[in-house]
């Protein structure tokens, strides 16, 4: 039941695009991503809690289609900041959908090269 | 404002031996979770508490570990005779209620040797 994230690895030049996405066999209830750099704790960049719901954050967006059971992280004009591993975190069905329990992918490598 | 600090940051320990980690959550979180990650993957739930109740525990969380928030406070994560399978970074967490957003702290890295 662990959410699908593709691709496994990107690499960018500054100023390129990146889309991660992830997946899931079982309903959504909201989706939730974190960024996480070498040796650091993941942080947080947003949740999504509605299907449809799109939000922003700087130049990092995301969408949920709630009925295809996945979302997207869009990376727009990538800095050199934004590399780091990206996981997305899909609360446990049997939580009722509350999402103190979250199940993470494992994780995209994005790298952005000057 | 303070975020979620752990203590240690990193631990080197024998076989056999016990260690334990120390959380302090965000101030007035009252939900604090502990996941666990190793290399490569992504983290993975071990446990949760609402205030000093500790509510679900998860099947990785075998007999050696326990952990506790006394006071509902600041939480602490014992592994009894750790294994070299024990090594991780054990992460933790906090979130407000009523709030969506988790928290994580920076981690402690558990190196059995």
């Known amino acids: 039941q662990q959410p699908v994230q593709s691709p496994q690895a990107v690499i960018l030049r500054e100023g390129e695009d990146a889309v991660i996405n992830c997946s899931s066999s079982k309903a959504l209830y909201s989706v939730h991503w974190y960024r996480q750099k070498h040796g650091e704790a993941p942080v947080f960049l947003m949740i999504?809690?509605?299907?449809?719901e799109q939000k922003g954050h700087d130049k990092i967006s995301a969408s949920f289609n709630e009925k295809k059971q996945q979302s997207s992280l869009y990376l727009t004009a990538s800095q050199l900041s934004y590399s780091g591993t990206y996981f997305c975190g899909t609360p446990d069905r049997n939580s009722g959908g509350s999402n103190y329990k979250l199940t993470f992918g494992k994780g995209t490598l994005l790298t952005v090269n000057p | 404002d303070t975020g979620v600090s752990q203590d240690p940051r990193h631990k080197i320990t024998k076989r056999g031996q016990n260690v334990t980690f120390r959380c302090d959550p965000i101030s007035e979180h009252n939900r604090l979770y502990w996941y666990r990650q190793t290399l490569g993957q992504g983290p993975e739930f071990l446990t949760y508490?609402?205030?000093?109740?500790?509510?679900?525990k998860s099947r990785l969380l075998s007999d050696r570990f326990s952990a506790e928030r006394p006071k509902g406070s600041f939480s602490t994560l014992e592994i009894q005779r750790t294994e070299q399978g024990d090594s991780a970074m054990y992460l933790c967490?906090?979130?407000?209620?009523?709030?969506?957003?988790?928290?994580f702290g920076e981690g402690s890295w558990l190196t059995v040797v």
């Open positions: 967490a906090s979130s407000p209620e009523p709030g969506n957003t988790i928290y």
């Open positions: 508490f609402q205030n000093e109740a500790q509510l679900e």
């Open positions: 999504l809690l509605k299907g449809g």
